[in-house]
């Protein structure tokens, strides 16, 4: 006898699994059902959501037009400052001022992931280099 190699042990295995439920009848076979966890917003919430993503931008840029304004008046071209640590500082309080600030005009940041820092960041950052990059100009 020769000797099986894996992929005829794996051609057979399905095989002997389809002929023992074939003997059981199709009414007894469980399947696992998916269950969905979707929840359906009523249209207020889908309101809600959309005021609080607008709110959410609108803070965000007009921090950014903030620090971007106030790093042109303290630093100027910023010739003599590490860009980076600059950077870095603007993300900091920015964030800081933003974890603050959303509970007072009743948008709840328990609710915020990763994904909703990242955004609210990106654009902060986005404003801040374009305004003082026009700034310079």
């Keep these: 006898m020769s000797k099986q190699n894996p ?3 794996s051609r057979k295995e399905p ?3 389809a002929e023992a439920t ?3 009848p199709a009414a007894k076979i469980e399947t696992p059902e998916k269950k969905t966890f979707i929840k359906e917003r009523t249209p ?3 309101q809600k959501e959309h005021r609080d993503g607008v709110v959410k931008t609108v803070v965000a840029a007009l ?3 903030i620090a971007g304004i106030l790093c042109f008046h303290l630093y100027g071209a910023g010739e003599d400052r590490i860009w980076y640590a600059v950077l870095t500082i603007v993300i900091g309080l920015t964030y800081y001022i933003q974890k603050f600030l959303y509970p007072q005009i009743k948008i709840n940041t328990k609710e915020f992931k990763f994904k909703d820092w990242f955004y609210v960041e990106f654009i902060v950052v ?3 280099l374009i305004v003082w990059t ?3 100009n």
Excluded: M, P, R, W
Aim: cysteine-free; proline content about 0%.
């Design 7 to 9: 992929k005829s042990k």
């Design 15 to 17: 095989a002997k699994i």
């Design 44 to 46: 207020e919430e889908k």
């Design 126 to 128: 986005d404003f801040f």
């Design 22 to 24: 074939s003997a059981v």
């Design 63 to 65: 921090l950014g037009t």
């Design 134 to 136: 026009l700034l310079l």
